[in-house]
């Protein structure tokens, strides 16, 4: 199956500073990503829908000056938190499909752990 | 609100025993999937089952889908105590090629050596 890959899989930050996610699809493009938000013993929280080449699409209650998301490539979305404060300390994920193969299932990243002191 | 809701929402057996889990869902749906995730790590893709579909199989996993109660259900024969960890149905909107799908809560599966 397709491969995505997360960068990286934990970080602890200081409140106020801003910290960036990863997310690349390694063996094919993904002109969507999804972004999701887990926290402990609960689902994943749809946060945005990165589109390759424009702007993302957030859900409801997501601040996007908060969230930001750029994806520049078909193979690379970026999630940064910005003045991140301790209520952002979250297990974040990403995900992507593979259109060309298997287009119905997501592919997930490994998740980033998020720890703001 | 949550379109897919597992119940139970944990679930402890022993190795050997065979583990079902159940998903309901609210509205019309294209395919029905579940995922499985390790504590602390990303999803893994585990079936899927089209609207059109009643029972699919892929090894020790059976998913049924009934689409007039609105409900499927993941059964693993003979689990392991490697198949423990939280799984996750997901739902696919009936329209939309690159439609979002929507997860359910989750059940925890511990399977006890």
């Known amino acids: 199956g397709a491969v995505v890959s997360q960068h990286p899989s934990w970080v602890i930050c200081k409140s106020g500073t801003s910290v960036k996610i990863e997310c690349r699809s390694l063996?094919?493009?993904?002109?969507?990503m999804f972004w999701y938000r887990q926290f402990p013993k609960q689902s994943l929280m749809l946060m945005a829908t990165s589109n390759e080449g424009s702007k993302a699409t957030y859900e409801q209650g997501v601040e996007k000056d908060k969230f930001l998301i750029n994806h520049a490539s078909l193979t690379l979305s970026t999630l940064t938190v910005t003045s991140a404060h301790p209520e952002d300390s979250s297990f974040y994920i990403c995900?992507?499909?593979?259109?060309?193969?298997?287009?119905?299932?997501?592919?997930f990243g490994s998740g980033t752990q998020l720890s703001v002191l | 609100s949550q379109q897919g809701e597992e119940d139970p929402q944990a679930l402890s057996i022993q190795e050997g025993e065979n583990a079902t889990m159940n998903c309901s869902y609210k509205?019309?749906?294209?395919?029905l999937q579940w995922y499985r995730q390790n504590s602390g790590r990303g999803l893994v893709h585990l079936i899927l089952i089209r609207s059109n579909e009643r029972e699919k199989h892929s090894g020790r996993l059976r998913v049924t889908l009934d689409t007039s109660k609105k409900s499927s259900s993941l059964l693993i024969t003979a689990s392991r105590a490697a198949d423990t960890a939280s799984y996750f149905c997901a739902t696919a909107p009936v329209t939309g090629a690159n439609s979002k799908l929507t997860f359910g809560k989750g059940i925890t599966l511990s399977v006890r050596p």
């Open positions: 995900s992507a499909r593979d259109l060309g193969r298997e287009g119905e299932k997501l592919f």
């Open positions: 509205t019309s749906i294209n395919n």
């Open positions: 063996d094919f493009q993904a002109t969507t």
